[in-house]
Each structure stands twice: as C-alpha cells, then as structure tokens.
C-alpha cells in the first residue's frame, strides 16, 4: 500500500514548510539555519520531537524526560506497585492479592517458562478479543490474571532478569485487560488498568511496552473526544520509545497522532503523519518486533487511514482504505464490523446515504459480537446520521438491528 508515495522531495518538504523547493535546497545544502523561530516553526511543522533537537520548544527542555508523562499518570499510584495497590484494578476484584491465591499450593512450573506462558495464553485472549469484542474476554481475562499472573508478582526471583520478564508479560495480560474494559464501554476501569500496566511495564523496563500504553489512552482520549489530550499522549508515546522501540511499533505510535490530528480537523497533520507510519512499517525488521505488536500489519495502517479520512468527511477515501483494510481470509468479525460502518459513514458524509445504508446494512449482518460499546457507538452514531440525513432509510437501519439484534434496545 502507498499512502502518499514512498519517498519525500523537497517539493513535498517545501509544501509542508511553506518555502519552495529552491529554499529547501538551500536548507540542506546551504549555510546552517540558527534563527530559533525559524527553526521551531520547521521543527513543529515536521512534528520532530523535543528530544531529538539541540534547542528547546518554548515551555519545554531536553532536560525533561519524556517519563514525566507517565510519572504523571502513576502519581496517584504506590511507589511498590506489588502487593499494595492492585486492589484497586477493579472494585470488583478487592480481593485480588488475598492470601488464598498468593499461598495457594501449585504443581511446580519452571521459573524460566513463566514469562512466556503469561505471554502465550495473553495471545490467544487477544485474538478471542478481536473475534468476540471485550465484553465477552474481559471476564476471561480478569480471572486469569487474578488467579495465575497476580501471585507471580509478589514472588521472590533469583535475579532480576527473571522478575523484568515476568513483570513485563503481567504487563501485557493487564494491557490486554484495559482494552478489553475499553471496548466494554468501562472507561474508568479501563483507564486503570492501562495505568498499573504502566507502572509494571516501567519496573520491568519494557520502554515499548510504556509507548504502546501511552498510546493506549490517546485511542481512549480520542474515543471519549478529548482530542487534545489524544494528541499529547500519541506524541508522548513516541517520545518515550523512540530509539529503542521497534519501526513496527513507532508506525502504531505514530498512527495514533493522525488518529488525533484528524480528528481535530488537520488535514495536512494527519496527511504527513500517516505518511510517517506508512515509511515506519514499511522499513520494518520484523525479527525486531515483540510479539504482541504481530497484528498491526498492512491492514492496520489502511484502517487507521480510514478512519482519518472518515473524520475528515473525505468520503472516496474512507471507503478505499476500509477495503483495503479488510481481508476476507484473515479479519476478524469485529474489525469486518467496524470497517463496514467506517466505509458506510464516510459514503454517507459525500452525501450518497443509500449506498451508506447499504454498507451498514452489511456490517449489522455479519454477526458481529455486540459485547463492544465502541462498535454500539459505531452504529448509533452512523444511525443518528443516517436518519437526520434520510428518515426512511434509518428506519430500515433500525428494522436490521432490531432483526438481527434483538437485545439491543438502542434505537427504539
């Protein structure tokens, strides 16, 4: 797939820039540019990040990590997060860490498979997650952890190495978790859940782990329509990671800046930071991938430019990418869903609501799990639109859902 074609000229830089491409070639060739102003409006333009400059944004320094973000976001959390705060995961599980499970008599495991039995069986519950929708592996989840991961944290290991991996795939079962509670509809739950997993991926070192978390809640913050803070938290995730994450990873980092410039209405932001996530996973080493980013694949991209075109109202586009995002072997019922609505809404906002309705109509029969509050939002959002639009062809919207979901009881 090539998004905006594979390689940047000085044309393009001096498009985004607002120079021509003789200026550009000055730039590059000519003497250095030192006018602070001039180069932070280059820098802000090109979205390079605080760390990789030699000056300072204004209200910003070099000095101060990135980590500030996420020591942010884990002040209201215990220093020692064994043994002490995962009580408050879930009121639910106030019992969490009871003596029961942490002293509970088990068959011997080799301490050098735990990590790995963590990772395999959180693996098999994400691809339950993208098939079923969170609603239904939440439970799962939250009982694995709870009885098999949880007592692993308060152990004594005989190095540290052996404890960083363990924390660090109890990082992924709880990320995993807040995902599940997202796509649930439990925000706040959620939002706790991405927070410890946080904390944990930060005790164990994991610095890609800790962007992918960030970048976790600025899909959330977007979702919830706090576009700003979306924003930040995409760019902090970068910020964190870059120079030692994978290019597979910063491409879904970087993803989630344009998920949030487009949703703020920037056009040409989320043009440049698509463009930048498509270079990213096309430079890929996929031996240099940790395991759980193996999903964000072609596919993806083209669904995180779907859904920018969408929130843009460019209609042809939205459309051309959720195809391109779907394949018929391989995409899960869910993702089918989403992509079917995505397409149907951006045909809907060029104005051709029978061929939305259509498209919609698709998405209802699929069968896809409802046990996923952001696919509700998908459809009670498209419904909305569709009947403002054309009354007739949302009550045949309604007479599917109602066919095909009869508990559902949303729309009347």
Same mark, same amino acid.
């Given at each position: *797939?090539?998004?905006?074609?594979?390689?940047? %000229?000085?044309?393009?830089?001096?498009?985004?820039?607002?120079?021509?491409?003789?200026?550009?070639?000055?730039?590059?060739?000519?003497?250095?540019?030192? %006018?602070?102003?001039?180069?932070?409006?280059?820098?802000?333009?090109?979205?390079?990040?605080?760390?990789?400059?030699?000056?300072?944004?204004?209200?910003?320094?070099?000095?101060?990590?990135?980590?500030?973000? !996420?020591?942010?976001?884990?002040?209201?959390?215990?220093?020692?997060?064994?043994?002490?705060?995962?009580?408050?995961?879930?009121?639910?599980?106030?019992?969490?860490?009871?003596?029961?499970?942490?002293?509970?008599?088990?068959?011997?495991?080799?301490?050098?498979?735990?990590?790995?039995?963590?990772?395999?069986?959180?693996?098999?519950? *994400?691809?339950?997650?993208?098939?079923?929708?969170?609603g239904h592996v939440r439970r799962l989840l939250? %009982?694995?952890?709870?009885?098999?991961?949880?007592?692993?944290?308060?152990?004594?290991?005989?190095?540290?190495?052996?404890?960083?991996?363990?924390?660090?795939?109890?990082?992924?079962?709880?990320?995993?978790?807040?995902?599940?509670?997202?796509?649930?509809?439990?925000?706040?739950?959620?939002?706790?859940?991405?927070?410890?997993?946080?904390?944990?991926?930060?005790?164990?070192?994991?610095?890609? *782990?800790?962007?992918?978390?960030?970048?976790?809640?600025?899909?959330?913050?977007?979702?919830?329509?706090?576009?700003?803070?979306?924003?930040?938290?995409?760019?902090?995730?970068?910020?964190?990671?870059?120079?030692?994450?994978?290019?597979?990873?910063?491409?879904?980092?970087?993803?989630?800046?344009?998920?949030?410039?487009?949703?703020?209405?920037d056009a040409p932001g989320f043009a440049k930071?698509?463009?930048?996530?498509?270079?990213?996973?096309?430079?890929?080493?996929?031996?240099?991938?940790?395991?759980?980013?193996?999903?964000? %694949?072609?596919?993806?991209?083209?669904?995180?430019?779907?859904?920018?075109?969408?929130?843009?109202?460019?209609?042809?586009?939205?459309?051309?990418?959720?195809?391109?995002?779907?394949?018929?072997?391989?995409?899960?019922?869910?993702?089918?869903?989403? *992509?079917?609505?995505?397409?149907?809404?951006?045909?809907?906002?060029?104005?051709?609501?029978?061929?939305?309705?259509?498209?919609?109509?698709?998405?209802?029969?699929?069968?896809?799990?409802?046990?996923?509050?952001?696919?509700?939002?998908? !459809?009670?959002?498209?419904y909305g639109a569709l009947t403002a639009a054309?009354?007739?062809?949302?009550?045949?919207?309604?007479?599917?859902?109602?066919?095909?979901?009869?508990?559902?009881?949303?729309?009347?």
């Amino acid at each position: *797939m090539k998004l905006y074609g594979k390689a940047l %000229n000085q044309e393009i830089i001096g498009q985004w820039l607002g120079i021509n491409q003789a200026q550009v070639s000055r730039l590059e060739n000519g003497p250095r540019e030192v %006018n602070i102003t001039t180069l932070t409006h280059y820098a802000q333009v090109l979205h390079l990040p605080q760390h990789m400059l030699w000056w300072d944004f204004p209200g910003q320094s070099r000095r101060t990590s990135p980590q500030r973000t !996420i020591d942010n976001l884990l002040v209201a959390a215990p220093a020692n997060f064994i043994g002490t705060g995962l009580s408050a995961l879930d009121t639910v599980d106030s019992y969490l860490l009871a003596e029961e499970f942490l002293y509970e008599d088990r068959e011997p495991v080799p301490l050098s498979a735990l990590a790995g039995t963590i990772r395999e069986m959180t693996s098999d519950l *994400m691809t339950m997650d993208f098939k079923h929708g969170g609603g239904h592996v939440r439970r799962l989840l939250r %009982n694995y952890f709870r009885d098999e991961v949880a007592p692993l944290l308060s152990w004594s290991y005989p190095d540290s190495t052996l404890q960083c991996e363990v924390f660090g795939a109890a990082a992924e079962t709880l990320q995993l978790l807040g995902w599940s509670a997202y796509d649930a509809g439990l925000q706040e739950e959620a939002k706790r859940y991405f927070i410890k997993a946080l904390q944990l991926s930060k005790q164990s070192g994991d610095i890609a *782990m800790q962007g992918r978390l960030l970048s976790n809640l600025s899909h959330q913050a977007n979702f919830l329509e706090q576009f700003d803070t979306a924003l930040k938290l995409a760019r902090d995730a970068q910020n964190v990671a870059s120079g030692t994450a994978s290019n597979t990873v910063m491409a879904m980092l970087v993803s989630m800046e344009a998920r949030a410039l487009a949703s703020k209405g920037d056009a040409p932001g989320f043009a440049k930071a698509m463009h930048r996530a498509e270079q990213l996973h096309e430079s890929r080493n996929i031996e240099s991938d940790p395991a759980w980013s193996s999903y964000f %694949n072609e596919q993806e991209i083209a669904s995180e430019a779907a859904h920018g075109f969408r929130d843009l109202g460019n209609a042809e586009k939205a459309r051309e990418f959720a195809n391109i995002a779907l394949d018929p072997e391989y995409t899960p019922p869910r993702t089918l869903g989403f *992509m079917r609505l995505v397409a149907a809404s951006g045909v809907l906002a060029g104005g051709d609501a029978e061929q939305a309705a259509s498209l919609a109509s698709e998405a209802i029969s699929l069968g896809v799990s409802l046990q996923s509050a952001r696919y509700v939002k998908y !459809i009670t959002d498209f419904y909305g639109a569709l009947t403002a639009a054309d009354a007739k062809l949302g009550a045949q919207i309604s007479e599917a859902l109602n066919r095909h979901y009869p508990a559902m009881k949303l729309l009347g």
